[in-house]
C-alpha cells in the first residue's frame, strides 16, 4: 500500500516520467478530490483495521529533526572526504521518510524507477508486497536529494543504492545503516529502518 497502481500512470516506467493524471493541481477543488481519492484508496486498502501504530513504533518529529541532523552532519563531513558511503546513507533515511518503502523494496529500488517532472515526482515499486506494483509520488526536497546523490555517486549500478563493492544492497546492509545513524542520532536502540515507515504512514493521517 502507501500507493497508487502503476495502471493510474500512464507509461510510468520512462525517465522523465510522463503526464500525470493528478499534475494539474492548481485548484483548491482539484487538490481536495485528490486527497479524497487517497483518502478513499487507504480505506479500501483497510490500513486501519490492519495496523494499530502505537508511539513506539514510530518516531516523533522531534526524534526525526535528529535523524535527519546525524545524517546531514555526516554527509557534510563525508563530502569533504570524497566519501560517497555517507551520502547514500543519508539518501535511504530520507527515502524511507518520504516514501515509506519496505526494506525489501528500498534494496530493489533501481534509477530508472525514479522519475522527475514538474510539480509531481514519483517512483515505481515493482512486485512489492503480494506481488503488487505501486506509484509512490515525494516531494521536491527529496527529488533535490535523489539529483544530488545521482550527479555525485561514480558507480554505474542500476540500483539506486549499492554496496562498497558496487553490488545491491541487501536488507541487513540497509537496516544497519539505519541502526548506525540510529545510534548517532541518540535515538532507542528498539528502532527499526521500519519505523520509517510506520512514522510515514501517521504522518499521511496527521
Not at 503480494?130 to 515525494?138: I, K, P, T, W
Request: charged letters at 25%.
Amino acid at each position: 500500500c502507501f500507493g497508487l497502481p502503476p495502471s493510474l500512470i500512464p507509461n510510468q516506467h520512462y525517465w522523465p516520467a510522463p503526464p500525470c493524471p493528478f499534475q494539474k493541481l492548481t485548484s483548491g477543488g482539484n487538490v481536495f478530490n485528490l486527497l479524497l481519492g487517497i483518502r478513499k484508496i487507504i480505506i479500501k486498502e483497510n490500513l486501519m483495521s490492519k495496523w494499530i501504530i502505537t508511539p513506539d513504533k514510530f518516531l516523533s518529529e522531534e526524534e526525526v529533526k535528529r535523524l535527519r541532523k546525524a545524517c546531514e552532519e555526516t554527509s557534510i563531513i563525508a563530502k569533504f572526504k570524497g566519501n560517497q558511503i555517507a551520502i547514500r546513507n543519508r539518501l535511504i533515511i530520507e527515502v524511507a521518510l518520504g516514501t515509506g518503502l519496505r526494506v525489501s523494496e528500498l534494496a530493489n529500488l533501481k534509477v530508472e524507477d525514479i522519475h522527475f517532472r514538474k510539480g509531481y515526482n514519483s517512483l515505481t515499486v515493482w512486485n512489492g508486497k503480494g506481488s503488487q506494483d505501486r506509484v509512490v509520488a515525494f516531494n521536491s526536497s527529496l527529488k533535490s536529494l535523489i539529483q544530488e546523490y545521482l550527479d555525485y555517486r561514480y558507480s554505474k549500478s542500476h540500483y539506486l543504492f549499492y554496496s562498497e563493492r558496487g553490488e545491491q544492497m541487501t536488507r541487513f546492509g540497509i537496516s544497519k545503516v539505519f541502526k548506525k545513524t540510529a545510534l548517532e542520532a541518540g535515538l532507542s536502540s528498539h528502532h527499526s529502518i521500519h519505523t520509517l515507515r510506520h512514522t510515514y504512514a501517521t504522518n499521511l493521517y496527521k
